[in-house]
Nanobody, 124 residues
Framework: QVLPVESGGGLVQAGDSLRLSCAASGRTFSTYVMGWFRRAPGKEREFVAVISWTGSNTAYADSVRGRFTISRDNAKNTVYLQMNSLKPEDTAVYYC?????????????????WGPGTQVTVSS
């Protein structure tokens, strides 16, 4: 099992940057695809970004591409989401999720383990 726990959320102003971290337990972290999702108030959970277990392959939602960057450090069992040029519409609870092996995926149902989430609020 690779159980994720998010951190780094907070209240920022539009245009600011924020970096989320996801620390995962388990000795097999390097074999897991890691994804970020978010749920805004009154909306369904949506895909944000994903990174392959080697870190060589990434994908992003159209709404964040060019502003957000996902990365991982397998030596630290941690995946990051660097968020730049934040907008009020980025306000959401951000979740980290793990998926054993396989290819990267934007489908939440493909993921095995989820963190409790971290709140990001962007004021205008």
């Amino acid at each position: 099992q690779v159980l994720p726990v998010e951190s780094g959320g907070g209240l920022v102003q539009a245009g600011d940057s924020l970096r989320l971290s996801c620390a995962a337990s388990g000795r097999t972290f390097s074999t897991y695809v890691m994804g970020w999702f978010r749920r805004a108030p009154g909306k369904e959970r949506e895909f944000v970004a994903v990174i392959s277990w080697t870190g060589s392959n990434t994908a992003y939602a159209d709404s964040v591409r060019g502003r957000f960057t996902i990365s991982r450090d397998n030596a630290k069992n941690t995946v990051y989401l660097q968020m730049n040029s934040l907008k009020p519409e980025d306000t959401a609870v951000y979740y980290c999720a793990s998926k054993r092996y396989g290819t990267i995926s934007s489908k939440s149902n493909d993921y095995d383990y989820w963190g409790p989430g971290t709140q990001v609020t962007v004021s205008s």
